[in-house]
């Protein structure tokens, strides 16, 4: 999970929100309640929250991954329009644009109607989850047992098997990584002409480079790859050696 910047209210939006709400308001007298409006009412009234003009703007706004769990469901599924306070409880809220994030069907099936106005859990665009979660190993935990993060781990299933699988595989990579960076530093500081020394360093800049990468915010699991970064002591070593040799 990352902090996400969220983008302009698009304009079609504006233009068309507050009659799209007086309708859905029109039928929420006319039944007695949100819920109680008939299913297939009910899906063409709120329907429109899905128009491309608002699900492109948001996505790109999380670079098409899912703002809780980072997963790039598009390439095995839909990415969703989630509202942050549900709709259900809170239908004045189903076409505010603060109320939408990027979503895969997995977290917005398990978040479902979770009420986030009484039981608060991390909203990216708003709190940088990086300030209070952190991982261990492959699981995801709050940092001095912060109370927003607890409920965000649990209300989402952030450390479930779906997402502890892709960590491990992830941490397997890097755990190679650290070694062979380990191994590349050994060698620059056994090198004994310049020639050599120069030449070890610019392969551990590329490698350093390469796995960088997959710590960019564009990445699926970005957070992970860059918590697991921040604590690597071979990845701190090569990046120091690579600052002092510097020009
Ligand atoms: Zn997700």
Redesign the pocket.
């Known amino acids: 999970m990352i902090k996400l910047e969220r983008g302009e209210k698009p304009d079609a939006l504006e233009n068309s929100q507050q009659s799209w709400q007086d309708a859905l308001n029109l039928a929420i007298s006319k039944y007695g309640s949100y819920t109680l409006i008939p299913k297939r009412e009910k899906e063409t009234l709120v329907s429109h929250y899905r128009n491309d003009f608002i699900k492109v703007p948001l996505f790109e706004s999380s670079n098409s ?7 790039k ?1 598009a390439e095995g599924g839909n990415i969703e329009v989630e509202h942050f306070r549900p709709k259900s409880i809170y239908p004045l809220l189903t076409f505010e644009w603060t109320n939408f994030l990027p ?6 099936t ?1 978040k479902s109607n979770h009420d986030t106005a009484t039981s608060p859990i991390i909203n990216p665009y708003d709190t940088d989850p990086e300030l209070i979660l952190y991982y261990e190993d492959i699981r995801i935990k709050p940092r001095d047992a912060n109370a927003l993060a607890k409920n965000t781990i649990a209300v ?1 299933g952030l450390n479930s098997i779906r ?1 502890m699988r892709p960590r491990g595989d992830i941490l397997s990579s890097l755990h190679d990584f650290a070694e062979a960076i380990e191994n590349a530093i050994e060698d620059f500081n056994s090198c004994t002409t310049d020639l050599r020394r120069r030449n070890r360093l610019r392969r551990i800049t590329e490698s350093i480079e390469r796995i960088e990468l997959l710590a960019n915010r564009s990445e699926r699991y970005s957070g992970y790859c860059k918590s697991y970064l921040n604590g690597c002591a071979p990845y701190q070593m090569a990046k120091k050696l690579i600052a002092d040799n510097s020009e």
Request: hydrophobic share 20%; aromatic share 6%.
């Open positions: 991954k899912c703002a809780f769990c980072e997963c469901p979503c895969c069907s997995k977290c917005n398990t989402c997402l």
